[in-house]
């Protein structure tokens, strides 16, 4: 594949070739440690991702084979979150990880070395994951004095059970990923050298298939696990889909013009 970098950041890569685009945390010399500006970024090439009706399939991956990401960079970590060059306080990876559900294509987690902590939680938000034989998989918020309750537990338990996320948080143990796939957390492991292009392979499947299915499929996965903001995206498929149909139209087409609306020769389907 020929990336092509499409749009300048300073923590982060983006690159877009044939329906993909790919978000590379590009910060190696901290094992892709994320602190506030790496987000605001990343959430920004996730929106440019999203409105680009060229991209299918998005891929999120770390610089280098050390790591995918280990979480938030506890150098920057102030009185009451993660402290950027603005001096505020976040913990904006919350709205990633939001951001990372709602985009309605695939995100496909590409995994290498280690994946630990807020790092694990993004691999877990993601729709697929592919890992390298060289991943290490964990949590360690309650060694360093942090925790993730909201998908960092709840989405985990969904995944790998009850039983095994609470060791996971519990024990703050290291998983390799031939332990994760076994556990479920993760999708396929494959030689380091072949990562990319095992990758690269699940998104051109993906690719090939009705974007339109993709995009409902992912709302309702979401809706079974996100409550009422699970169920707002299933539901405005939903709406998006009647808004092509010529009974949506009559009725804003009757609003326009100042008429009642005809609805008449619209089938009540069973
Ligand atoms: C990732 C890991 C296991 C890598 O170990 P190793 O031995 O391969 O490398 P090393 O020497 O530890 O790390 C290389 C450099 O990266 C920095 C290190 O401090 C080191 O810097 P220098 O000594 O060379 O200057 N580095 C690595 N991770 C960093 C981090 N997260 N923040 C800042 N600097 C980092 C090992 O490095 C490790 O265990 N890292 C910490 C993992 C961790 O505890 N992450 C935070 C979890 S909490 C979280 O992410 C979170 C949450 O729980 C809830 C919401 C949001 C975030």
Redesign the pocket.
Known sequence: VEWKRSRDYRDILYETAEGMAKITINRP???N?FRPETVMELIDAFQAARDDASVGVVILTGAGK??FC??????VRGEGGYVGADGIPR?N??ELQRLIRSIPKPVIAMVAG?C????N?LQLVCDLTIAADNAIFG???P??G???GGY?AGLLARTVGQKKAREIWYLCRRYTAREALAMGLINAVVPLDQLEEETVRWAKEILEKSPTAIRVLKAAFNAETDGLAGIQELAGNATLLYYLTEEAKEGRNAFLEKRKPDFSRFPRLP
Do not use: H, M, N
């Not at 630990?116 to 790092?119: T, V």
């Open positions: 010399e901290v094992r440690a050390e790591a280990s979480g938030g960079d506890q150098r913990l990876v919350l280690w630990i902590g807020g790092g939680v949590q360690t918020g060694k360093v942090s925790f993730d960092g």
